[in-house]
Structures are given as structure tokens and as C-alpha cells.
């Protein structure tokens, strides 16, 4: 099964290791709903000797939980850069535009065009580029969570991970 379980018959693990016939070292119980281990475990920890001791499915897997809170960690810092390096992008594209249309502007400004009309002419296009930008990431990198979400697209195996989708909600 993995590093740390062994799926085996029980009669077979009782001969194994010479356990009574009335003696367990342990009981896996899957719910319905796995968001409600922790109430269960609180549940049945009040009738358990104190020799047992009750684990729900995130406590048997903290160090996956840790690995995956990292890895949001280090995801959302990789975003931030791939977010500031496409900030750096729209201004680099605004300066060549105006490098390159120099003899446009040069033209506007013999027919009186002010410099702050000027400033105010780019800044627009800046923004209007950004907010195209913007909204066309929202509306597609939403249609995806949507999608993902509403087809429930990405299987996992239930003897492995105790769920059968990825949850992204």
C-alpha cells in the first residue's frame, strides 16, 4: 500500500504475529463525508481506553498537509514575481510605443498637442491595456475553476488519498 501500511487479511496478521482472536491494533473507518472526522474522533475518544488513541485522516497525513501549505507558500511568491515581471512588461511596451511613434508625437505637438494631453494620452492606453489584460485573465482563469470545479475533472485514487476528486472549492 505505501511506506507505513500493509493491507492484509486480518486472520493472516493475527497468525502473523500471534495475536488473539479477540485482540485488533487497530480499526480504519471511512465516512461519507471526510470533513467530519474530527467530530467522530472527538466522538468515539471519550469511550476509547487510554492505551487507543483515535486519528483522523489529516492527523495520519500532517506531513503531506505540511509539504502542500509549503507548496501554496512557494506557488503564491512564484506569482507574485510572474505578476511584477508582467507589470515591468506593460510599462516596457508603453515606452517603446512611445519610442517608436516619436515622429507622431512630434507631429501632435507642431499642431499643439500639450504635454500633459500627451501624458494623458498614454496613461489611458496603459490603462486600457492593463484592464483588457486584467479582466481577460478573470473571465479565463475563472471559466477554468469553473469548469474544473463543475466536472469535478481531476480523479485521485480513494484507497489513497480518502477522496475521490480533487477538492478546489
Do not use: C
Not at 488513541?53 to 505540511?66: K, S
Not at 511584477?84 to 499642431?111: C, D, G, H, K, P
Amino acid at each position: 500500500y505505501d511506506s507505513q501500511f500493509l493491507l492484509m487479511q486480518i486472520d493472516h496478521v493475527r497468525e502473523l504475529f500471534e495475536t488473539p482472536q479477540d485482540e485488533l491494533s487497530g480499526i480504519d473507518i471511512m465516512l461519507h463525508d471526510p470533513h467530519k472526522a474530527h467530530a467522530f474522533v472527538e466522538k468515539i475518544s471519550s469511550w476509547l481506553p487510554p492505551t487507543y488513541e483515535a486519528l483522523t485522516w489529516d492527523q495520519l497525513n500532517e506531513d503531506l498537509f505540511r509539504a502542500i501549505h509549503l507548496e501554496r507558500w512557494v506557488f503564491s511568491i512564484i506569482m507574485g514575481i510572474v505578476v511584477i515581471v508582467a507589470s515591468l512588461n506593460v510599462i516596457a511596451v508603453l515606452v517603446l510605443t512611445i519610442l517608436f511613434r516619436r515622429r507622431e508625437v512630434a507631429i501632435l505637438q507642431v499642431l499643439g498637442l500639450r504635454p500633459r494631453m500627451l501624458r494623458r494620452l498614454f496613461t489611458w492606453g496603459g490603462i486600457r491595456l492593463a484592464v483588457i489584460g486584467t479582466f481577460s485573465g478573470i473571465v479565463i482563469g475563472g471559466g477554468l475553476m469553473w469548469f474544473f470545479i463543475s466536472t469535478k475533472l481531476i480523479h485521485l485514487a480513494p484507497e489513497i488519498y480518502f477522496l475521490k476528486t480533487l477538492p478546489l472549492e
